[in-house]
């Protein structure tokens, strides 16, 4: 297996051999507990990233969504500007003269 015991005294012969690996032992588990903190660091920051990313998404998939609710709209309108001009209301017909004007003004 990976894992490694803490050494203990009673399996070396002398106190300076004990400490030697007692020393290398510990030396191993710092450098691990050090890379598991960043790793742990890193998922976190992964994970907040992906967070912010998929909030900044869904804020820009309202943002179209309701772009494309107002396009239809456009389309509808159009639609029976072009079929049944007569049937339009007045504030179809001031809508349609506003949309008109824009696209005007956005073609020079």
Do not use: C, I
């Not at 030697?20 to 030396?27: F, L, S, T």
């Not at 992906?50 to 804020?59: G, I, V």
């Not at 309701?66 to 639609?79: I, S």
């Amino acid at each position: 297996p990976h894992t490694r015991k803490e050494p203990e005294r009673h399996e070396y012969a002398s106190q300076k051999q004990f400490d030697a690996a007692w020393q290398r032992w510990r030396q191993v588990r710092d450098n691990n507990n050090d890379s598991v903190k960043k790793s742990r660091e890193r998922q976190r920051a992964k994970k907040l990233a992906k967070a912010a990313q998929r909030k900044s998404l869904e804020d820009e998939n309202m943002s179209l969504e309701a772009r494309l609710a107002e396009v239809r709209k456009e389309m509808a309108l159009l639609t029976k500007a072009v079929s049944n001009p007569s049937l339009l209301e007045a504030t179809e017909f001031r809508r349609l003269r506003t949309m008109l004007v824009a696209s005007m003004q956005g073609q020079q």
